[in-house]
């Protein structure tokens, strides 16, 4: 069964929620219509490292297969991805001149508290800036039936691999201005769901994104809302990203406006 994706976010310091086409096989243009994004000249924006560190590469990885039917199945489910997503991502981070340190994952549910306040189930998972976590709603990811199981997992995949791409950016510095505009929230938005598909791209035949599970895969990654982008923008961060396996795909801070919109 093909699932509608539900919101994926980033929660500030404050605790407020920042909203967290074709086959491109490079980098969606970035120089056509000229970008609008007030910061531009912030090279850790712009000119990270990042987008010179080379491709992510494919790492050891097995995520068991079994029922995703209780808050212990996804616990285990979600550590054996996190894992991977550190080993693969260590050295890209370290390639751009940046320390490496992991991220903690708390599986919860509704009302917990979190290090950017009380998670109020407005999303699947968000990363928080302020303690460099990453908090998952366990229930959200709850297979119905076994015919279920290749879309739900694929889906968690992608998930976990979107706020660790968060994580990324705060490693390298993407983060640290302070702007709270919608343009800013959805270019931090698309670059981590760019990212993510560079790590699966990769690491596709390791994870076994084939079939169902990528159908599942990308069902919730070319989906859009207000704050993470539209559709066809989603659809075509991921795509380019998931071609080059690199964050080299994944610069949106140097997109017109019309691809991040």
């Not at 056509?32 to 090279?43: H, K, M, V």
Request: hydrophobic share 40%.
């Amino acid at each position: 069964m093909r699932r509608a994706v539900t919101v994926i976010g980033l929660l500030a310091a404050a605790g407020a929620c920042i909203a967290a086409v074709g086959t491109p096989e490079a980098a969606p243009q970035t120089s056509t219509a000229g970008p609008s994004y007030t910061l531009l000249e912030d090279a850790d924006l712009v000119h990270n490292q990042l987008y010179a560190a080379g491709q992510v590469p494919a790492v050891p990885c097995h995520v068991p297969d079994r029922p995703l039917k209780t808050h212990s199945d996804i616990q285990l489910s979600a550590d054996a991805m996190l894992g991977c997503l550190e080993r693969a991502w260590t050295p890209v981070v370290e390639r751009a001149d940046a320390s490496f340190s992991p991220t903690a994952l708390y599986v919860v549910t509704v009302g917990a508290q979190t290090g950017c306040g009380e998670f109020d189930g407005g999303d699947d998972a968000f990363y928080c800036p302020d303690d460099s976590d990453i908090y998952l709603d366990w229930t959200q990811h709850v297979e119905e039936s076994p015919d279920d199981r290749p879309y739900e997992s694929a889906y968690l995949l992608f998930v976990l691999a979107h706020e660790f791409g968060h994580h990324v950016q705060q490693l390298v510095g993407i983060m640290a201005d302070d702007d709270d505009s919608l343009e800013r929230g959805r270019r931090l938005e698309l670059q981590a769901s760019c990212l993510a598909a560079a790590f699966l791209g990769a690491n596709q035949n390791t994870l076994d994104l084939h079939g169902d599970r990528l159908d599942g895969y990308e069902d919730a990654a070319y989906f859009g809302d207000h704050d993470h982008g539209s559709d066809k923008n989603n659809k075509l961060w991921s795509k380019a990203g998931f071609a080059a396996k690199s964050p080299s795909a994944c610069n949106t801070w140097a997109a017109p406006a019309k691809r991040v919109s």
